[in-house]
């Protein structure tokens, strides 16, 4: 069941960005303390372009984590000019740049700059919970499992109640569920929370994708297809948190429910050049 409140290891982060930069020290600590010895097991990629807003919050979150493993934060600077690569930097997040614009791009500069055998996608301005890393990386333990993918929910940013997002997300999980069974499972790998070897991302050919789909889907339908099995990770404690400023100025909750809904009806993998790209 989904959660019908916001967890507090959520609503702690639920400041503006001057909170953050007054924490600023407490953020790069909570951040270089998951980098334990000199092996690094997993890196969370993140690009971000123009998140001077938001990155700190999402740094935060991630300063969080409770893992055993060695996590490394990876902050893909996609031409950005504002301050978000030096507040990633301040935020003790490896930061790297790519200048040709696009997510497409910029994960691609990620997956080849990562030190991990794992990555975990991740987004800018969402918010994870201490045990997301943990629940994403589990799955992998089986080599039988080339991709864990997770679920994201809404925090209502804008004022709205959280059981406005709790009707809206639990009304989408059975569509979602029908979807994945009867046309392709890969379409809700989504680039804020899926999990992945990167031997095998890079023996794919990474994030290239043919028109018309999504770089993260296309990548996990690769992977499924030539290393094993996708494993959605249903536990609320690893859900990706988003804000629902996007929703909001999409429309609101029925506009967004009626254009995904049409979108996954119509969506579909090619796989046409599914042979090309592996080759």
Known sequence: MRPITTPSYVTTHYHDKNYFLEHIDEIRKGIQSLIKGDQIDVSVVIPAYNEEEKILRTLASLSKTQTNLSVEILIVNNNSFDKTKELAERGGANVITETKQGVQNARTAGLHAAKGK????????????????????????????????GKFAFFPESGAPRLLYFLYETSSDPYKWWLAKTKEEAMFVYGCSSCYRKEQAIAVNGFEHPPGTNEDGYLGYKLRTKFGKLQKVTSNKALAWTSDRRLI???????????????????KIDTSNLEKSQS
């Open 118 to 149: 794992l990555i975990i996608n991740a987004d800018a301005d969402t918010i994870y919970t201490p045990y997301w890393v943990e629940l994403m990386t589990s799955p992998l333990k089986d080599e039988n499992i080339s991709m864990a993918y």
């Open 249 to 267: 100025e999409g429309g609101g909750v029925f506009a967004s429910f009626t254009r995904r809904f049409r979108k996954a009806l119509t969506q």
